[in-house]
């Protein structure tokens, strides 16, 4: 199981993230090209720096 499926078995609202101007653009234009939502983009963007990061461990292992 790829870890973006791992990672969103359960969905969970969060409100309150503050991004500047330039963030939101580019993740708009990287919605319109990918043809995909904004809020996919930002949850990609997780999955992608989680790896970085921490690699394929579990966020309960961390």
């Given at each position: 199981?790829?870890?973006?499926?791992?990672?969103?078995?359960?969905?969970?609202?969060?409100?309150?993230?503050?991004?500047?101007?330039?963030?939101?653009?580019?993740?708009?234009?990287?919605?319109?090209?990918?043809?995909?939502?904004?809020?996919?983009?930002f949850?990609?963007?997780?999955?992608?720096?989680?790896?970085?990061?921490?690699?394929?461990?579990?966020?309960?292992?961390?």
């Open positions: 199981m790829r870890l973006a499926q791992k990672i969103g078995k359960g969905t969970t609202f969060v409100r309150g993230i503050y991004v500047d101007e330039e963030i939101m653009e580019m993740a708009k234009t990287l919605a319109r090209v990918k043809k995909t939502s904004i809020n996919q983009i949850r990609e963007g997780v999955v992608k720096l989680y790896k970085q990061e921490i690699g394929d461990k579990s966020p309960h292992e961390v």
